[in-house]
Nanobody, 116 residues
Framework: QVQLVESGGGLVQPGGSLRLSCAAS????????MAWYRQAPGKAREWVGS???????AYANSVKGRFTISRDNAENTLYLQMSSLKPEDTGVYYC??????????WGQGTQVTVSS
């Protein structure tokens, strides 16, 4: 089993930046892909981007060029660097891990609010 804990959310003004972290523990060697999702109030959860390796990173069109996903393998931590934030980026951001040997895991989420 993989456990995920997100952190780094908060209130930021439009145009600002924020970095989210997702710390993984448990069966981390079995993780094949990690991803970020977000859910705005009243809307379905949507995919933000995925990290499989340093050369295999994908982003949703809505965040491409503004968000960057990276992973520190030594710390078992996934990051989401967000810049040029817009009010429509507001939502709860979730970390997701797809494992080769156990069920997929979700974190508890961290709130990001972009507002002046």
């Amino acid at each position: 089993q993989v456990q995920l804990v997100e952190s780094g959310g908060g209130l930021v003004q439009p145009g600002g930046s924020l970095r989210l972290s997702c710390a993984a523990s448990g069966s981390t060697l079995s993780i094949a892909t990690m991803a970020w999702y977000r859910q705005a109030p009243g809307k379905a959860r949507e995919w933000v981007g995925s990290f499989t390796s340093d050369t295999s990173i994908a982003y949703a069109n809505s965040v491409k060029g503004r968000f960057t996903i990276s992973r520190d393998n030594a710390e078992n931590t996934l990051y989401l660097q967000m810049s040029s934030l817009k009010p429509e980026d507001t939502g709860v951001y979730y970390c997701y891990a797809l494992s080769t040997s156990t069920a997929a895991s979700w974190g508890q989420g961290t709130q990001v609010t972009v507002s002046s």
